[in-house]
């Protein structure tokens, strides 16, 4: 029995390489696969473009507190400097004092300064005073006042009566 002679396997065979032309057309010419593809490339280049936007700010921010720290550094060296010109150039005493008390504390002042003698304390509004019957600013009960257990109706000047409908 020839199986190129019987109709059916012909058939067979025509289905089958139809199927994979069409399989391989379909896929080629898929504009859902295409869309996806350009989204997944323009995602991946809004990410590089954050990400080295990212670093350009964090390389500015470092630049920039470099640049405070050389600009205070020289504020010090050049207040340094006028501060020893005015202490050995000034004959006045008050002049030269009034240039060191504009400079500041010193740094080593600074660092060894002691605990301050006295304590401060919060203010105690919330403490019951024993004086006092009135209850503390925090109490839940402050500035509430018992209300009257009976009600007495208001008084009209009017007198009012049941309106009869007909």
């Given at each position: 029995m020839d199986l190129l002679s019987n109709d059916w396997f012909f058939w067979l065979i025509l289905l089958l390489l139809g199927l994979g032309i069409g399989f391989l057309l379909g896929r080629n010419n898929n504009t859902d696969l295409k869309r996806q593809n350009q989204l997944n490339d323009q995602l991946?280049?809004?990410?590089t473009e954050m990400a080295e936007y990212k670093e350009?700010?964090?390389?500015?921010?470092?630049?920039?507190?470099?640049?405070?720290?050389?600009?205070?550094d020289s504020y010090r060296n050049v207040h340094d400097q006028l501060?020893?010109?005015a202490q050995s150039l000034c004959d006045d005493p008050d002049t030269a004092s009034s240039i060191e008390t504009i400079a500041g504390p010193n740094e080593t002042a600074i660092e060894?300064?002691?605990?301050?003698?006295?304590?401060i304390r919060p203010p105690m509004d919330y403490a019951p005073s024993n004086t006092n019957p009135e209850h503390g600013t925090l109490d839940e009960r402050y500035g509430l006042k018992n209300k009257p257990?009976?009600?007495?109706?208001?008084?009209?000047?009017?007198p009012i009566t049941p309106s009869v409908n007909k």
């Open positions: 991946q280049t809004a990410y350009r700010v964090n390389l500015h921010f470092a630049d920039t507190a470099a640049a405070v720290n050389q600009l205070t501060a020893k010109g060894h300064q002691a605990e301050p003698a006295t304590s257990d009976t009600i007495t109706p208001p008084a009209y000047d009017i």
